[in-house]
């Protein structure tokens, strides 16, 4: 019989509330908010945790809960879902127990209210799993991998395209997956397996997919070290960035997916190389995919496993594994020209796996996971926040669609009276659902190409950015104001879009578009 638990509701209520600084800023606070316990809570979050519509965070551990699975002669916890709050209080929302998969690879927010993800391991024929949950933890089980030409062994958290679909790699090669759990292999890599990823795809404003692949195995020896790769839709690879094996000075290993900043170029890092040997900084051109190097790590500050994630300020905030002024990890703050700051210190627990990219919550917070850490036994990875005196803004669920469309808004206090415009032009309609989420009716936009784009920006820096790639979206609430406690302008963040119409999709009339 299956120990499927649909909806479990247990809430483990923790907010441990320590503290570590080591930055000369105000603000700059990490606190810990949650210890793993194995038992029930799982054991060693395994992806980035996502901001749902409720505002809360989702995640997986990949083992650990109360069930345990035959993972490859390896008797381990299955894994589970958990749903945190802001404050550190976990709700264990499934319990992996094999037939469903087990060693679950973090889970995605869909378009239609739902999360999604991959299970590295078991289900029917022991090759993994996709799954699809409610915010209240209804688990629905939509395909088992089979080990053929579908591949084995999904990898890394689900991307949606703007297609609709679900894009992600096995050990085998890139799938595609439609929301009622049809899958398709679009991509197959010539040896077995290829290539090591725990990097989850990106699509990019240019309507491409690029993927970060940290390295692989061709006939037993390593090959290559670390490529960032094009793709389209179709699974065709259109280029590639390769990390050289032979001159490592601009870093190998890229384990992270990159991050397409608000000037078109992709920033992310290497856990390896680089002129002290412990991993860099990059930015690559969008068009060309050629690099500069931003930074290099050493022995006092290194293995940036997390890559980096923009925040409203314009720079990039990433995690290293190892620095010698916490003694553990450490939040670092990277300029878009290559000033590297560190800013403060992660909870110690020995040597600690700060290996997930930190979410940039729209409260104006970071929130990420711990894998762990090695020789500790009975610590299985925590949940931490750091705050740097960001004040709220507000995303999108899918940063891209069609003029008529619904956009997806993520915020804070959003109740109240709105006005909602792109560009200027009122929405054709808006609904505030929550206080945390919004949805908005794209109108018709006149740039000639029928195309809406926009490039978020702090408002204080939107009077210096071009009419033509302003903020889509801008947001207001009536009454109240910054002083008051109210905001008169919810801001914005950082997120790069387009919304069309007509045949002005991301994956026809790129130029056209691109130069609107």
């Known amino acids: 019989m299956r120990r499927r638990q649909a909806s479990l509701g247990l809430v483990i209520p923790v907010a441990i ?14 606190s810990e908010l949650h210890i793993f316990t194995s038992t029930p809570d799982g054991a060693y979050p395994s992806a980035m945790l996502v901001q749902g519509r409720d505002g809360n965070m989702y995640g997986t551990t990949e083992q650990g809960g109360a069930n345990t699975c035959n993972v ?42 739902y999360f999604y993800g991959a299970a590295a391991e078991n289900g029917a024929n022991g090759f993994g799993t996709l ?16 080990g053929g030409v579908d591949g084995r062994y999904p990898q890394d958290q689900l991307l949606q395209a703007s297609d609709g679909n679900f894009y992600g790699f096995t050990e085998d090669g890139m799938y595609r997956a439609t929301p009622a759990g049809t899958v398709a292999t679009i991509y197959a890599f010539t040896g077995y397996p290829v290539t090591y990823n725990k990097s989850p795809l990106i699509q990019a404003t240019d309507g491409f997919l690029y993927q970060s692949m940290a390295g692989g195995w061709c006939h037993g020896s390593i090959c290559p070290c670390g490529s960032i790769v094009k793709f389209n839709l179709q699974g065709q690879q259109l280029s590639q960035h390769d990390f050289s094996c032979f001159n490592t000075s601009s870093g190998e290993g890229p384990f992270s997916p990159v ?91 020995g040597e600690d796996f700060p290996y997930w990219k930190l979410l940039a919550h729209t409260n ?29 803004f507000i995303t999108f669920v899918q940063p891209r669609g069609r003029v008529g469309g619904t956009a997806q808004i993520l915020g804070q206090g959003l109740r109240g009276g709105w006005a909602v415009t792109f560009n200027g032009i009122p929405a054709t309609s808006f609904k505030v659902i929550s206080d945390t989420y919004m949805t908005a009716v794209v109108p018709g936009c006149d740039h000639g190409t029928g195309c809406c784009e926009y ?62």
């Open 17 to 30: 509330g320590l503290f570590f600084l080591t930055g000369n800023l105000p603000a700059q606070t990490v």
């Open 72 to 113: 490859q002669g390896y008797i381990t916890g299955c894994g589970t879902i958990f749903r945190m709050d802001t404050v550190g209080n976990v709700t264990l929302l499934h319990i992996f127990d094999g037939t469903d998969g087990s060693i679950p690879q973090g889970v995605i927010l869909a378009s239609d209210g």
């Open 131 to 146: 799954f699809r949950m409610s915010a209240g933890g209804a688990f629905t089980k939509l395909y088992d991998f089979t």
């Open 259 to 349: 991050t397409e900043g608000t000037d078109g170029s992709f920033y992310g890092t290497c856990v390896w190389g680089g002129s002290g040997g412990r991993g860099t900084a990059f930015r690559l051109d969008a068009r060309t995919l050629g690099l500069t190097l931003l930074h290099n790590y050493d022995v006092t500050s290194e293995e940036p496993n997390t890559g980096v994630v923009q925040a409203s300020d314009g720079n990039f905030y990433g995690v290293v594994q190892l620095s010698s002024l916490a003694y553990s990890g450490e939040v670092f703050q990277l300029t878009p020209d290559g000033k590297y700051t560190e800013l403060a210190g992660l909870p110690y627990h």
């Open 364 to 392: 104006g917070k970071f929130y990420s996971v711990i894998d762990g850490a090695e020789n500790q036994p009975g610590y299985y990875g925590s949940a931490y926040s750091f705050d740097n005196g960001f004040a709220p």
């Open 455 to 516: 490039s978020f920006r702090p408002a204080h820096q939107q009077s210096k950015v071009p009419d033509r790639t302003r903020a889509l979206i801008e947001a207001f609430m009536s009454g109240g104001s910054e002083n008051s406690g109210g905001w008169s302008r919810i801001p914005t963040g950082l997120a790069r879009g387009r919304y069309c119409a007509g045949r002005c999709i991301w994956n026809k009339n790129i130029r056209r578009a691109s130069t609107a």
